[in-house]
């Protein structure tokens, strides 16, 4: 078994922006680029390894050769692969949208619903986003307000900084505000349904599909309850910060500042994406140079590794 370095698919949504080709040196033939897909074995764009044996191959077809050893115990209980993390460059703000939860997405969509955490890497000043509503509100006055146009006068807004991090559990409506460059870890899915977009045209220049009535049977109308990050551990070589935790996945916040040594054991892979700074990724069989905006899959039962440098990452594991 050996570390992955993988190169994202990449999407180029009419809000999204320019940092993820100028900053993190995303590759693209378009103008702009919304959001990057670092770690997916997703149809709708999928990973692919670059260098080693494995070079070229999408991550599904790499996986496949290495064998479900790779995605551990925890991984492999899944019927599809369980993750899919993202950067997203929102130059102007996101649809006002939901997902749903597992037995509704299986039942309607054929896919896993979509619990998910955000963690905002970098965000101009006044920004915000939405995350649920701002108190109580029922089924029928979600739909008018949604009709009328007025539903942002009962959502939650946040103001935001970098570091900040929000756990968003399938059926809370959210919204992502413009200026805000934020990683996502997220189960391995692509529903959504779009509740409100500002009245704003597509590149067709139609009003962008609404998914109303679908929202309106998966959305939790109650204001949303996301339990906060953990405090940061300091451990030899730097601190470790626990971001979110539930049956998907485990994101950890990584501030890397000499030598940090981990275990990738035979219960799940992990996925290191780096977000500052540079660093060494040492392994029983060999060494790899990581620089901002890399993204590499650990297979489990890799075994120990160690990190070196000065460095923020994030860790996500099943």
Request: hydrophobic fraction near 35%; charge should be negative.
């Amino acid at each position: 078994m050996i570390p992955l370095r993988l190169t994202p698919a990449c999407k180029d949504y009419l809000w999204g922006g320019t940092k993820l080709i100028t900053e993190y040196g995303k590759q693209t033939d378009k103008d702009k680029m919304a959001e990057s897909w670092e770690l997916s074995c997703h149809p709708d764009g999928e990973s692919r390894v670059a260098g080693g044996p494995y070079d070229g191959l999408t991550l599904p077809e790499a996986l496949e050769r290495m064998g479900t050893g790779a995605l551990g115990e925890r991984g492999a209980a899944f019927s599809q692969f369980p993750l899919l993390i993202k950067l997203i460059d929102a130059r102007d703000r996101i649809s006002i949208q939901v997902h749903p939860d597992d037995a509704y997405a299986l039942r309607v969509e054929g896919e896993y619903g979509k619990t998910e955490m955000w963690y905002v890497v970098d965000c101009e000043e006044g920004a915000g986003l939405y995350l649920g509503f701002s108190h109580p509100v029922g089924r029928e006055e979600f739909a008018q307000r949604i009709e009328e146009g007025t539903l942002e006068q009962v959502l939650r807004r946040v103001p935001v900084k970098p570091g900040d991090s929000f756990f968003i559990p399938a059926g809370t409506l959210h919204a992502i505000g413009a200026g805000i460059l934020i990683a996502e870890i997220q189960q391995n899915s692509n529903t959504t349904y779009r509740v409100y977009d500002y009245g704003r045209l597509g590149t067709d220049g139609k009003p962008r599909p609404l998914h109303v009535e679908k929202a309106l049977e998966v959305t939790d109308t109650c204001p949303a309850n996301t339990p906060a990050p953990g405090t940061p551990k300091v451990c030899p070589g730097g601190s470790v910060t626990e971001l979110a935790s539930c049956r998907y996945f485990t994101a950890e916040a990584v501030a890397l500042s000499g030598r940090l040594e981990d275990t990738c054991d035979g219960g799940s892979f992990r996925h290191l994406l780096v977000l500052s700074g540079q660093a060494k990724l040492c392994w029983a069989g060999g060494e790899e140079t990581l620089r901002k905006g890399d993204s590499l899959f650990l297979p489990a039962g890799l075994g120990p590794y160690a990190l070196e440098g000065e460095a923020k990452l994030l860790r996500s594991r099943v």
